[in-house]
């Protein structure tokens, strides 16, 4: 698994792109997206751009954090 540089939320910026999420998570650009193009996952496609809004990835990841306990 791939570490993160991020340390915390704060950290990231308003709109993560999918290199970012990647980085985030510790996995592969490929693995990214394909969670990013899952149902569930908080994207939005601008243009041929695929983004994620900081807030709804949060909300996300302690939602799947949940889960697992």
Known sequence: MKESNYKSYCE???FLDAKTVAKVLG???SSCYELIH???FPSINIGNRIVVPKDQFI???E???RRCR
Do not use: T
């Open 12 to 14: 990231l910026p308003l």
């Open 27 to 29: 996995i592969s650009i």
């Open 59 to 61: 909300r996300w990841a």
């Open 63 to 65: 939602e799947k954090s």
């Open 38 to 40: 899952e149902e569930d």
